[in-house]
């Protein structure tokens, strides 16, 4: 049991376990370096230390980071669910509980598919490694956001007799034969009680299952219950959602989608969480 994950190493996320460590919290942080950050050529406002570029902020973070006690999981978060007195955290195929949880996950403006939320759990999954077992020797089809979802896709292929790849992201592929890229745009899924087709705009797709993979996921579907505005949590000044226990910082919140914003909630996020731990 640890006293607080962190969900996301972004800027808020790195600043909140920086300063629930320095209050001897036991705290676990989830995810990789943020992508937004290390892709930035220069971050010009950043107070003290002007014109360092992003791949150097991450790289300074990181190295605050790693002199603390967290304990840190390269891992994609499925979902976080309220316990009561305490949260458990699926990451991936683990499990794992704490007593709070602060969200950093910063802010995805990719519209979910249509159907996607209706049919997730029903054919339509997050996490290729947690649900390739379910398709072994069947047809699946990835729609994938990111780098992680060619190797998810790679993946698949060892498991599964066929799988579609829908990139939505621009690159050199090397798959295996049973591999076929389809490069076209997701519309919406269809079936009767489970998903069992993905129309595109000029063609269509049936399988029996399919992975959507991207690098943040829905906050609906993150955190059953959850309160939010659009792409964002809804807080108050103290970082609280409305699920007790549950904290939220950065640009998750919303506006200005500014690092030294994040670092900022990100402080006042962990030093609210940790008075209200014993």
Do not use: W
Not at 148 to 176: H, R, W
Not at 186 to 201: C, N, R, T, W
Request: proline share 4%.
């Amino acid at each position: 049991m640890y006293d607080i994950a962190i969900i996301g190493k972004g800027p808020a996320g790195i600043s909140a376990a920086i300063n629930a460590n320095a209050r001897n919290k036991k705290t676990i942080i989830f995810g990789g370096d943020s992508r937004k950050v290390l892709l930035s050529p220069s971050i010009p406002n950043y107070p003290g230390l002007p014109e360092i570029t992003g791949m150097d902020f991450m790289s300074r973070l990181n190295e605050h980071l790693y002199k603390t006690d967290s304990v840190f999981v390269n891992k994609t978060v499925i979902a976080v669910y309220a316990m009561g007195d305490y949260f458990s955290i699926q990451a991936e195929n683990d499990f794992y509980e704490a007593k709070k949880v602060i969200l950093t996950t910063g802010v995805d403006f990719k519209k979910s598919i249509e159907n996607e939320d209706t049919f997730l759990g029903n054919g339509i999954s997050y996490c290729a490694t947690c649900d390739a077992p379910l398709y072994k020797g069947k047809v699946v089809a990835v729609v994938g956001y990111n780098d992680e979802s060619i190797e998810e896709t790679k993946f698949l292929s060892q498991v599964c007799s066929k799988v579609y790849f829908v990139p939505m992201t621009k690159g050199n592929f090397d798959f295996a034969e049973n591999v076929e890229i389809i490069k076209d745009v997701p519309v919406k899924f269809e079936g009767a009680l489970k998903a069992e087709k993905l129309i595109l705009k000029k063609s269509e797709v049936i399988a029996d299952g399919f992975f959507v993979l991207k690098d943040s996921l829905p906050l609906s579907s993150l955190v059953p219950g959850l309160e939010v505005e659009g792409p964002h949590v809804k807080v108050n000044k103290n970082m609280e959602t409305n699920i007790k226990g549950l904290y939220a910082a950065g640009d998750v919140t919303g506006k200005p989608y500014q690092i030294a914003k994040a670092v900022g909630e990100g402080q006042i996020a962990a030093l609210n969480v940790s008075d209200e731990i014993s």
